[in-house]
């Protein structure tokens, strides 16, 4: 059973272009999470979304960022704009459930640089 | 946000037990504790997670207090790729309750 894929690994963009990140959830899991690791710091919470909703986007900044988990296909974060202040790591989680009881399983991250 | 606190940095020889401690003293009556490490800059790996009574798999054993407010995170025989940051995570009911909030853990350094 494949793991919480998630890709490009690594990317680089300059500032002012778009960045979108891909998470593919372990097979059978319909719970789909973002976190984002600044440098030095612990991952902090971003969104969680079932397929085609958004049910909890407290920890996505207002603007510049979006995410979706599409009926087919995976996850996408999506960054508009880069500022060098997004450089940091992307983390994608999946859970078969939501809510208290149910762990989640990560992805390998997506490191993001913007020159 | 995180509810819990940790000490920074621990060191353990290898072969012997590690032994992670964890405070939570604000902790709901449904709240689960949550224990993943993280590995150099991978994605965060599930340990182990419990409520009330204490867990045992194949990797750790958890040791909850009757009280609830403090774990203990035991790693019986710790090897040198053990070593990580260690993250005790109480899980929110805020919102959808789906969030882990992840503070600073511990860093684990096993000794040869």
């Known amino acids: 059973n494949a793991g919480v894929m998630q890709n490009p690994r690594h990317l680089v963009r300059r500032r002012g272009q778009e960045a979108r990140l891909r998470c593919s959830p372990m097979?059978?899991?319909?719970?789909v999470y973002w976190y984002r690791q600044l440098p030095e710091e612990g991952l902090k919470f971003m969104v969680y979304?079932?397929?085609?909703?958004?049910?909890?986007e407290s920890g996505m900044p207002k603007e510049r960022f979006s995410a979706e988990f599409p009926k087919e296909g995976p996850s996408i974060l999506r960054i508009q704009q880069v500022v060098r202040g997004d450089s940091a790591a992307y983390f994608c989680?999946?859970?078969?459930?939501?809510?208290?009881?149910?762990?989640?399983?990560f992805g390998p991250g997506t490191r993001l640089t913007v020159t | 946000d995180a509810k819990t606190t940790q000490p920074p940095s621990m060191d353990c020889a290898e072969g012997r037990a590690a032994n992670l401690p964890c405070n939570h003293s604000?902790?709901?009556?449904?709240?689960?504790v949550y224990w993943y490490r993280q590995i150099h800059s991978q994605g965060p790996q599930y340990i182990i997670h419990?409520?009330?009574n204490n867990e045992t798999n194949e990797m750790a054993s958890l040791i909850i207090t009757e009280d609830r407010k403090s774990s203990t995170l035991i790693l019986p025989h710790a090897t040198l790729r053990d070593t990580a940051v260690y993250y005790c995570?109480?899980?929110?009911?805020?919102?959808?309750?789906?969030?882990?909030?992840f503070g600073t853990g511990t860093s684990l350094t096993v000794i040869p």
């Open positions: 419990g409520l009330k």
């Open positions: 989680a999946s859970s078969p459930r939501s809510g208290q009881g149910n762990e989640q399983y």
């Open positions: 979304l079932q397929k085609e909703n958004i049910i909890d």
């Open positions: 097979k059978g899991h319909s719970h």
């Open positions: 995570i109480v899980r929110s009911l805020r919102g959808t309750g789906n969030q882990f909030y």
């Open positions: 604000t902790i709901s009556g449904n709240e689960y």
